[in-house]
Nanobody, 124 residues
Framework: QEQLVESGGGLVQPGGSVRLSCTASATIFSINTLGWFRQAPGEEREFVAGITSAGMTAYEDSVKGRFTISRDNAKNTVYLEMNSLKTDDTAVYYC??????????????????WGKGSLVTVSS
């Protein structure tokens, strides 16, 4: 019954990199903007990055220049390449459908497709 499934994550050192993957159903992938949200310990869940069906991207200010969201249409998969990782990036990362009033300015919200997520722990 899962329509969005995350994979990847794990333990990584500060300054390191990791790539998360999210595979969606063909229907969801083709018509919706998809993206990543994260929830750090003791923090509220927040938007990280999004990508439209046309390939336009948006990022939270704290990850701009470090994270890259991309998509593989043939595989119905969205990726989040995370570079120059900081301890503050430690969180459970979730893939979800993203909706908004203004894609350029935000804010960004998620549909109710929450799964287990993928834990990324940045620690030395």
């Amino acid at each position: 019954q899962e329509q969005l499934v995350e994979s990847g994550g794990g333990l990584v050192q500060p300054g390191g990199s990791v790539r998360l993957s999210c595979t969606a159903s063909a229907t969801i992938f083709s018509i919706n903007t998809l993206g990543w949200f994260r929830q750090a310990p003791g923090e509220e869940r927040e938007f990280v990055a999004g990508i439209t069906s046309a390939g336009m991207t948006a990022y939270e200010d704290s990850v701009k220049g470090r994270f890259t969201i991309s998509r593989d249409n043939a595989k119905n998969t969205v990726y989040l390449e995370m570079n120059s990782l900081k301890t503050d990036d430690t969180a459970v990362y979730y893939c979800n459908v993203v909706y908004y009033s203004d894609f350029v300015r935000g804010p960004y919200y998620a549909r109710n497709y929450w799964g287990k997520g993928s834990l990324v722990t940045v620690s030395s």
